[in-house]
């Protein structure tokens, strides 16, 4: 149905989503940057168009 369920979780389990988020978050910029760099030249690329270009396509996920 779409809605998200609540769940308790542990400390050691935030700590490690959180880890893993930020790992995805590295990962999109740095192809989004390789990406947009390889197009247009490094010198013709703004921080704010790998932002845009990492995250355009991201889903949407429940936080918990």
Known sequence: NGDCETK??????????????????RQALMLAAERLMAKNGAGNV?????????????????QG
């Open 8 to 25: 308790p979780v542990t400390d050691a389990q935030k700590t490690d989503n959180r880890r893993s988020r930020g790992e995805h978050t």
């Open 46 to 62: 703004t921080i704010r168009q790998i932002i845009a270009a990492a995250f355009e396509d991201a889903p949407i996920h429940c």
